[in-house]
């Protein structure tokens, strides 16, 4: 069941604090090709954290998400907000902290940008190493959830789906129809990577570096978007949606 954390008046909180997990979405704002938004994750990440929480079987009290995120790798292109890591951790870290001393003891953050995921995780190591016997915090891509699904639906092939791809502009096709200009969309081979680093969303990667996302194609994206469809784009949205739902009862029963 969801529970907006931003329509609770003060004396409510106390009725979900012992028997709720909260939940907030983390994405960004950056160029995604030239027919997606700028504010695909937060659309995408937010949709499936939403419709999860309504899922769920345990009440999720949701947070207003963060829209903006660590997205440097995108500066090439109008539109980008990216904001210092060190500042998205302590960021991150003192809402951490006070859903903590609002009470609550089960806290999800779910990562809806990729470029988020090394401050997320050094936010959660801080957070518990100082409050782990106090709250639990899990952080989760809602991709990782689905990644059996996702090559079950798939068209493409590996390299295939890594940003304003195959997989979220299906999603966007289903959600935003509106806001997907599908004229711009061309063919485009895969994202090239090599033996130890597999370009792409569910990709097996041996090393981490540095690269702008104009290196990958000119215009920005990595993967296959003509491939999108509105049908997929259901079928992912739904297996996210309900595989977030059972990790927010998972964790707020752990």
Known sequence: MIIKW??????????????SV?????SSTEQHSNYLPVGTDGILGESVLFEAARRAKSNVVVMPSVYYG?????????????IDQSTLVSYCKDICKC??????????????????????????????EKYENIIDVALVRYWDLISDEIARIRDSKLGGM????????????????????????????????????EAGLVGKKKYVKFQSFNKYNPNGHVGQAHLASKEKGKQFFESAANAAAEFLDFWCTK
């Open 99 to 128: 859903v903590c001393e609002n009470g609550f003891k089960k806290l999800v953050l779910l990562n809806s940008h990729g470029g988020n995921q090394a401050y997320l995780q050094s936010a959660v190591n801080e957070v518990g």
């Open 6 to 19: 931003y329509e609770l008046t003060k004396n409510q909180f106390s009725e979900y604090k012992d028997n």
């Open 70 to 82: 660590y997205s440097p790798h995108h500066r090439f292109a109008p539109g980008y907000v990216t």
């Open 162 to 197: 890594g940003h304003a791809c195959e997989f979220e502009t299906s999603i966007m096709m289903h959600l935003r129809p509106e806001l997907v200009v599908s004229d711009l969309i061309t063919d485009c081979p895969p994202a090239k990577g090599d033996r130890y680093f």
């Open 22 to 26: 909260v939940a907030i979405n983390f």
